[in-house]
């Protein structure tokens, strides 16, 4: 609620009391209830503040206590005016009393219809405003929710759409696989290698895709790219790999690890003598590493950078993991290397 409507509430609740009670007692004057009033916003406001801020994050003992400090100090204030410790005879001189006509029941009667009123309604704009929220967050999370499936029924349209050269150069594969097959078993081969990683790519792109796949299956598809790039010449690949742990029990984005190797194939050098490429695949209690490092071709072979497959990697791996993985990459002592680090629960 908005300052203006309570000012104006606490105005409207000044004049029905004074109303209220001119009733009983025509001696009542408007100055005297105007100064009750800043009593009874003692106790409904803190009231609403320890509730909200105290009782709403279960912190329930610091709730009670604070709860139990307003109460007592409100008990106290009452007691003051009544005994006119406080002086205020002028305004309250119809109420107060001696020591001797003190009565405790009539006292406690009026403190409990005084605190009664107001707690209830703090209680009730507490449940009010946590419903209140609840039901934005709701609104909210439905509304995030519609515009979510908006866009996916967008994306999926565009991405069937452009499935269509994909989808006909799988079927073109399929079909010079089969009528080569009783003709050149190597070519066939190579063809069928192709077939199965266009269809992986396709798959993977899918708007209803799994986001994560079994990092063993990332690995074999990884080994096909690179025996089809093996096929297409004729010295073989200085090439090595080292894979340890569970491979079948992590998980990890469709094309990560093609990405890198496609990287490995461009910009590295796969036939230098010296220094073979370094594919080391960890998985550990807890995370697992993906270490790459590659030689760097003395002469340029003519294939140029994008700078953007390894940006998009890391987008969406921090898409998947959010920040529970690291990717570092740059020129290192052997060429150039690219680690992967990544947590596993």
Known sequence: MKPRAH?????????YFYLLNKLGNPKLSIMTVVLSIPLFMLIFYALSHIL?????????????????V??????GVLYAITCNWLGMSLLYGEYLMYR??????KFLQTYLVLIGHFSFLAILGYQY??????AKDTVGHLQALLKEQTLRKSLAYNNLSQQVPPHLLVNVFQSWSMQLRNRDLNLTQQIDEMYALIHFF???????APRTILLSKEVEMCKRYLRIQQDLHLHPFNLSWDLQG????????PTSLITLCMNIHKHGDLFDEHHAVQIQIHVHKGYYLIDIENPIPRLHLGYLGHGVGLKNLQERLAFVFGSDFSLEYGPSNKGYRVHLKVGID
């Open 52 to 68: 909200k801020r105290y009782f709403a994050c279960k912190k329930y003992v610091l709730a009670f206590f604070l709860i139990v």
């Open 7 to 15: 000012i104006l509430f606490w105005i409207g609740y000044t004049i």
């Open 202 to 208: 396709m798959l993977s792109c899918s708007p209803g």
């Open 129 to 134: 405003n946590r419903r209140l929220m609840a």
């Open 70 to 75: 307003v109460y007592g100090t409100t008990a």
């Open 100 to 105: 001797d006509d003190f009565d405790i029941r």
């Open 246 to 253: 569970n491979l079948d029990a992590v998980l990890i984005p």
